[in-house]
């Protein structure tokens, strides 16, 4: 996937921003099922 440093995810309505070093910072034992990505992106490819 290409998401951008900066790019905003949402899980369980919380949000995380994805690091330089292209992590997220999501407290163990969260439910991924949930996670939702940023809505200018499709199949990881950024779109205008």
């Known amino acids: 996937m290409n998401?951008?440093?900066g790019s905003v995810f949402k899980l369980?309505?919380?949000?995380?921003v994805l690091s330089e070093n292209h992590t997220l910072d999501i407290p163990y034992g969260e439910d991924l099922w949930c996670l939702e990505y940023?809505?200018?992106?499709?199949?990881?490819?950024?779109?205008?």
Do not use: A, L, V, W
């Not at 940023?38 to 205008?48: H, M």
């Open 3 to 5: 998401y951008e440093p």
């Open 12 to 16: 369980n309505g919380k949000e995380y």
């Open 38 to 48: 940023p809505s200018n992106y499709r199949f990881g490819e950024k779109i205008d």
